[in-house]
C-alpha cells in the first residue's frame, strides 16, 4: 500500500508532516510514503533514515484561498498532484492538513464519488463523556440537500460497522430540541428520509445529548458541524483558560492544581484531535483524511493509520453496497 | 410600570417562578407584578406578605408543543393572555421561561413589529473571558434573510448602546472561517450588506473568537446562534463531568478539587445563565423577556430587572429611530 502525504499543508508544516511519517514509517514499515510538495523544501528537512519518494509539487494553496478557484489554477499544488497520484493508480490513499475546501474539492473533481453519493462529508470522532462519537458532516458541504445528510448517515453507519466494530450503530439528527416539530424544514425533511429506512434511526438530538455519548452517529450539515465542532473545542479550552486563570491567583488554588493534574491531563488527552488522528471524506472514489490545519506530528501518524485502516477495510466498496442496498428498499 | 410574569412556564414553575417574583419585589418595590396563570394553582404557591396581581389564564402551552398552532388554538393560555396585556395596555412588560416558539410567535402576532423590522431575534448574553458579549439570534427564527441579520445586529448595537453603556460596539459574523470567501453564500451577502453601513462591523468571526471576547457583538441565524449557545453550555459541563469522575477516584485529586473549590464557584457563576436573566426579544412592538426553560428564582429576578431597564431606556424608540437611520444613509 502506498500512502501520499501533503508536505505543504498544515500550520506547522512541513516539519511536524514529515516527523509524522517519520513516526509512522517506524509503525507500519511495509507502507509505502509518499511526500508530496516543494521537493526543495522537503529535502531540507527529511533525515537519512526516512526511507521515503518525494513527488515534486511546485506550487502551495494556502489556507485562506477559496477553494474552487485555486483547485482549477494551481494544477501543479500539493494537493492536486497528490489526488492526482491516487487518480493515476500510483498511491492509495491521500493525507493532507492543508486547505480543506480545496482537499475536497480536488478530490471530487479528479476522482469522483462512489455510486450513489452525491456529496462527499468529513466524518470526525466527537469527544463525549462516554468516549467518541462519529459526527458527520464536519464542513465539506455547507449547502446541502436532505438526501445528502441521509446519505451521510449511511455511510457513516458503514464505517462504524467495518472500522470500529460497532454493530447496528445508532443515528441521531443534530437540531435545536428533540420534538419533531423542532427545527428548519430542511430537517424535517431529512428526519422523514430517515424514518423510512430500516436504519438504526432515533430522530432529533439536541446539543446536550451529543456531549453524553447516547448515540454512535451525529448527522448534520457542513455548516453546522463545522460550527459544533470548533464551538465544542473552544469551549473546552476556554473553561481550561479561565481555571487557569483563576488558578495563578493563589497559593491553593496552585496546590490544587498540582494535584488535578492528572485529571487535566487525561481531559486533554481526550479532546486532543491529535490522539484521533485524520478525518476521512467519506463519499470519494479514494481514501482521503483530512487533518486539522494545527496536526502536530503525532495527528499525522495517527491519520496515516486511519488510511491503512480505511483502505484494508474497502470501506469504499462496503459504502456502495449499502447505498445499493439503501435503493433497493425504496 | 406594570410586569406581567408568565406563572406557568418553564421546568421549575410554578414555584422558582413565584419565588423570583418575590424577590424581585424585595429589590424593585415600586414595580407592579402581575402573575399570569391558572389562577388556583398560583394561590397555592403565592405567599401572603407578595403583593401581586393574578391574572386568571386558564389554558398551558407546553414546552414541546408546535408553537404557531398552541398560539392560534390556546387563546387562554398564560402567554397569549400575558403578552396581550401589553397590547391592551394593561402591562409594560412580559416575562416567560415557557415556550420560546409560542411567546416569539404570539408577540409578533399581537404586537406587531417595529418599524423596520422584519423579524424579532432572541438577543442573549454570551459568556467569554473577558466578560460578555451579545449574540443575537439565539432562536427566534431559524430560517432568515440576509436583511433580517443585518436588522439583528442594528437592533443588538442599540442595546450595547443604551443599556449596557458600550460605545460603538463592534459587530462580527458567526462563520466557519475568518476568510471572506469561506462560508455559505447566505452569510456572504449579510457580510456584503454590514459592509455597507457605518457600523464597527469587523467581518466573519470563527468560534474560538467569540470565547476569547474580542467583539461585542455576534450576529447569527437563529438556528446556528441556538446550536452555538447550547453546544458551549454543554461542553462546558461535559470538561466539569469530565474532571469530576476523575477528581472521584482519587484522593490527591479529590484534596486538588477542594483548594479549586473556589475557582470552579466562580467558573461556576460566570456561566450560569441565571446571573444574568433573560433575553430580549429585540423587534417586537413590547419588551418581552424570554428566559432559559430551567430558570430558577434568582434567574426570573433578574429578568425582571432587564425588562425594567429596558423599558426605563424606552429601547424600542431608539432601535426604530437606529433603524429609520440605516435607512436614510442607503
Redesign the interface.
Known amino acids: 500500500m502506498r500512502i501520499a502525504v501533503d508536505a505543504m499543508g498544515g500550520d506547522q508544516a512541513p516539519a511536524a508532516i514529515i516527523e509524522g511519517v517519520s513516526l509512522a514509517q517506524k509503525e507500519s514499515p511495509n507502507v509505502e510514503l509518499l511526500l508530496v510538495g516543494k521537493k526543495q523544501v522537503i529535502l531540507d528537512y527529511i533525515s537519512n533514515d526516512l526511507k521515503v519518494s518525494i513527488i515534486d509539487a511546485k506550487e502551495e494553496i494556502s489556507m ?3 477553494p474552487a478557484v485555486s483547485v482549477r489554477k494551481k494544477k501543479e499544488s500539493s494537493i492536486n498532484v497528490g489526488i492526482n497520484l491516487l487518480k493515476n493508480g500510483k498511491a492509495e490513499a491521500f493525507i493532507s492538513a492543508g486547505n480543506t475546501g480545496a482537499v475536497v474539492c480536488a478530490a471530487t473533481l479528479f476522482l469522483g464519488l462512489i455510486p450513489g453519493v452525491e456529496r462527499p462529508g468529513i466524518l470526525i470522532l466527537f469527544p ?2 462516554k468516549g467518541f462519537s462519529l459526527l458527520i458532516d464536519a ?1 465539506a458541504n ?2 446541502p440537500k436532505p438526501m445528502h445528510l441521509l446519505q451521510y448517515g449511511i455511510m457513516a453507519k458503514v464505517y462504524a460497522e467495518f472500522i470500529l466494530k460497532k454493530k447496528n450503530p445508532s443515528i441521531g439528527l ?1 437540531n ?2 428533540e ?1 419533531e ?1 423542532k ?3 430542511f430537517l424535517k425533511e431529512v428526519h422523514r428520509l430517515f424514518l423510512d429506512t430500516d436504519l438504526n434511526y432515533i430522530g432529533n438530538l ?3 445529548q ?2 453524553s455519548g447516547e448515540v454512535d452517529i451525529i448527522v448534520c450539515d457542513g ?2 458541524g ?3 465542532l ?14 487557569k ?3 495563578m491567583n ?1 497559593f ?2 496552585r ?6 493534574r ?3 491531563y ?2 486533554r488527552k ?1 479532546i486532543d484531535y491529535s490522539e484521533y488522528g485524520g478525518a476521512p471524506l467519506l463519499g470519494v472514489n479514494g481514501v482521503i483524511i483530512i487533518c486539522h490545519g494545527s496536526s502536530s506530528s503525532k495527528a499525522i501518524k495517527n491519520a496515516i493509520k486511519v488510511a491503512i485502516n480505511s483502505y484494508q477495510q474497502n470501506i469504499n466498496r462496503e459504502i456502495k453496497l449499502a447505498l445499493e442496498q439503501e435503493v433497493k428498499l425504496r
Open positions: 485562506s484561498e477559496p463525549t463523556l464542513g455547507i449547502d443534530l435545536i430540541g420534538e416539530t427545527g428548519p424544514e439536541e446539543a446536550k451529543i456531549f455548516f453546522v463545522n460550527i459544533a470548533k464551538v465544542s473545542e473552544s469551549a473546552a479550552m476556554a473553561v481550561a483558560d479561565f481555571l486563570r483563576h488558578i493563589s491553593s488554588a496546590l490544587g492544581a498540582m494535584l488535578l492528572p485529571a487535566f487525561s481531559l481526550e
